[in-house]
Each structure stands twice: as structure tokens, then as C-alpha cells.
């Protein structure tokens, strides 16, 4: 079995992310799965090198040790980078598109919430994409109603329909044409194997995409995965931390000598019940 940490160096890690982190370690060692970090840095307008610095000192201030990703800022920019892997999201990418499951639309998110609120007819949908001017962006065309199956970790299922839960994603992005999160995210989960993923709640949505595009595009394993979403941030006796103790930076704790021993507390104690759980 394996398994992922996939940190956005976009911003300096936080409780949330460490909850995550640890989590996912804790339920990997009990399952004997293999952990790769995977630090995506695809939105490469936003990353910077004290983030990237930030993910590898945070990782091993909470104890740590991924068994296959980059060792350090270095190796991840010479092997690691998901810059490197372009190529290969596109691959996925047009995909989707000569099977027509994208649609080329230059709405704003503003114009397309509109839409939504008002029952308005969505054009782009509809239209001839070949009579659009080169550059313009791809999104993926969500069915009305449209059922997905995310399994989870105790041997069952849920099915959540995508449609409510998340506008037509962009999926070739505007000028650069390059593939975006949920491509590069399926991309790379695929192309390593992954066999469970454990994410924040509010990554359901994203889960739901991205099995949606795995079915479209004939990815069967990847509808095998294992999805656990978990509450945002917990407490170390289970209850939700405030808002603004999740949002408190791990550097900042650490640069104040604190300890990261409440936090893995409460990912231990959340991993352990969820081990109790498991049915392969
Ligand atoms: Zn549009």
C-alpha cells in the first residue's frame, strides 16, 4: 500500500497541514504502507524557496521520515518538481478533451456564479470550441447530475453527486495551456501507485473531480483508491480547534519553542481509531 503528503509550498505550513501529515504517517506505519511526499508546486507563480525550506523543516520537527520524495530543497527543484511533469499532465489532459469532456470558456468565476444563482444558460458548454481564439482556457464539462463513488476506509462507499458541489473546473489554463490541480494531482497519484489518500474535508469536492476524470479517462485502479476526509483541525482530545489556533504556523510554533507533542497526540489517537476501521 501507499500513500501520499502532497504540501503546496505556496505559504508557510500550519496546524491543519501538520494534523494531516501526521495522520497520514500514523495510519501508513500501522498498514505498512509506503509515504511519499509530493510537494506541488505546479502554481509556480506562488511558490517560494522559504515555503519549500518551511515543508522540510516542519516535516521533521513533527517526526517525519517519508520514504520516497526529494531529501531537501534541491533535490526536490533537480527531481522532484512537478514542473518537470508538464508533459505528462497534458497527456491526461488532452485526454479528456478528444473525448469532448472539455468545453473552452473564458467566464469568470463571478460571470459563472451568476449563472449558477440565476438558472442562466451557460453558452460555453454548448458552443463550437473551434471557433475560439487560441489560449483560451478548458474547463471540464460536470454532468447535471452526476453520481460519483468515493470508497472509503471501512470497506464501504459513498456516493456524492459533483454537480453542487463544484463549478466546471479549469483544466487547461488560460495562455500557458498548462494542465491544472485535479489533472496533475490524478496524474501523479496514478503514475506512483498511490492506494490511500487521506485529505481535509474540504477536499471532497476535489476527490469527486478527480474520480470523475480517472472514470472518464479509463483510470480503473484509481477507483480503488481509499479516501479518507477528515474534520479541518482537531484538538488533542477531539475537539475542533478555534479557527485561529489551525490557522497558528508550525514556524512560528517552533521558532517559540514549542512542542509538536499535542498535535501528534491528537492525530495519533484519530489515526488509531480509523485503524479500528479498516477494511481493505
Ligand atoms: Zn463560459
Same mark, same amino acid.
Given at each position: 500500500?501507499?500513500?501520499?503528503?502532497?504540501?503546496?509550498?505556496?505559504?508557510?505550513?500550519?496546524?491543519?497541514?501538520?494534523?494531516?501529515?501526521?495522520?497520514?504517517?500514523?495510519?501508513?506505519?500501522?498498514? @505498512?504502507?509506503?509515504?511519499?511526499?509530493?510537494?506541488?508546486?505546479?502554481?509556480?507563480?506562488?511558490?517560494? %524557496?522559504?515555503?519549500?525550506?518551511?515543508?522540510?523543516?516542519?516535516?521533521?520537527?513533527?517526526?517525519?521520515?517519508?520514504?520516497?520524495?526529494?531529501?531537501?530543497?534541491?533535490?526536490?527543484?533537480?527531481?522532484?518538481?512537478? +514542473?518537470?511533469?508538464?508533459?505528462?499532465?497534458?497527456?491526461?489532459?488532452? @485526454?479528456?478533451?478528444? +473525448?469532448?469532456?472539455?468545453?473552452? *470558456?473564458?467566464?469568470?468565476?463571478?460571470?459563472?456564479?451568476?449563472?449558477?444563482?440565476?438558472?442562466?444558460?451557460?453558452?460555453?458548454?454548448?458552443?463550437? %470550441?473551434?471557433?475560439?481564439? %487560441? @489560449?483560451?482556457?478548458?474547463?471540464?464539462?460536470?454532468?447535471?447530475?452526476?453520481?460519483?463513488?468515493?470508497? @472509503?476506509?471501512?470497506?464501504?462507499?459513498?456516493?456524492?453527486?459533483?454537480?453542487?458541489?463544484?463549478?466546471?473546473?479549469?483544466?487547461?489554463?488560460?495562455?500557458?495551456?498548462?494542465?491544472?490541480? +485535479?489533472?496533475?494531482?490524478?496524474?501523479?497519484?496514478?503514475?506512483?501507485?498511490?492506494?490511500?489518500?487521506?485529505?481535509?474535508?474540504?477536499?471532497?469536492?476535489?476527490?469527486? *473531480?478527480?474520480?470523475?476524470?480517472?472514470?472518464?479517462?479509463?483510470?480503473?485502479?484509481?477507483?480503488?483508491?481509499?479516501?479518507?476526509?477528515?474534520?479541518?483541525?482537531?484538538?488533542?482530545?477531539?475537539?475542533?480547534?478555534?479557527?485561529?489556533?489551525?490557522?497558528?504556523?508550525?514556524?512560528?510554533?517552533?521558532?517559540?519553542?514549542?512542542? %509538536?507533542?499535542?498535535?501528534?497526540?491528537?492525530?495519533?489517537?484519530?489515526?488509531?481509531?480509523?485503524?479500528?476501521?479498516?477494511?481493505?
Amino acid at each position: 500500500m501507499r500513500t501520499r503528503i502532497a504540501p503546496t509550498p505556496s505559504g508557510f505550513l500550519h496546524a491543519g497541514n501538520a494534523f494531516n501529515f501526521l495522520v497520514t504517517d500514523r495510519l501508513a506505519k500501522a498498514l @505498512g504502507a509506503k509515504v511519499l511526499l509530493r510537494i506541488d508546486d505546479l502554481d509556480a507563480e506562488r511558490v517560494r %524557496p522559504e515555503y519549500v525550506e518551511d515543508i522540510f523543516h516542519s516535516l521533521d520537527w513533527l517526526g517525519i521520515k517519508p520514504d520516497e520524495g526529494p531529501s531537501g530543497p534541491e533535490d526536490f527543484a533537480r527531481n522532484w518538481s512537478q +514542473q518537470h511533469r508538464i508533459e505528462r499532465n497534458k497527456e491526461f489532459a488532452e @485526454g479528456l478533451r478528444k +473525448q469532448g469532456a472539455l468545453y473552452a *470558456c473564458s467566464c469568470s468565476r463571478t460571470e459563472l456564479e451568476e449563472m449558477t444563482r440565476t438558472g442562466a444558460v451557460h453558452h460555453c458548454r454548448v458552443r463550437d %470550441p473551434e471557433a475560439l481564439e %487560441p @489560449g483560451t482556457p478548458w474547463r471540464l464539462r460536470i454532468p447535471e447530475h452526476c453520481p460519483v463513488e468515493v470508497p @472509503g476506509f471501512d470497506g464501504g462507499s459513498t456516493t456524492v453527486d459533483l454537480a453542487p458541489m463544484m463549478q466546471d473546473p479549469v483544466i487547461l489554463q488560460r495562455e500557458s495551456g498548462r494542465p491544472s490541480y +485535479q489533472v496533475a494531482s490524478l496524474c501523479d497519484d496514478v503514475d506512483r501507485g498511490i492506494t490511500f489518500i487521506v485529505r481535509g474535508e474540504d477536499l471532497l469536492p476535489s476527490t469527486a *473531480c478527480q474520480l470523475l476524470l480517472a472514470r472518464l479517462l479509463g483510470e480503473v485502479a484509481f477507483a480503488r483508491v481509499l479516501f479518507h476526509h477528515h474534520p479541518l483541525a482537531l484538538g488533542a482530545d477531539g475537539l475542533k480547534l478555534s479557527k485561529s489556533a489551525g490557522a497558528t504556523s508550525l514556524m512560528a510554533l517552533r521558532e517559540n519553542g514549542g512542542s %509538536p507533542r499535542s498535535l501528534v497526540a491528537a492525530a495519533v489517537a484519530y489515526a488509531d481509531a480509523l485503524v479500528k476501521e479498516f477494511k481493505p
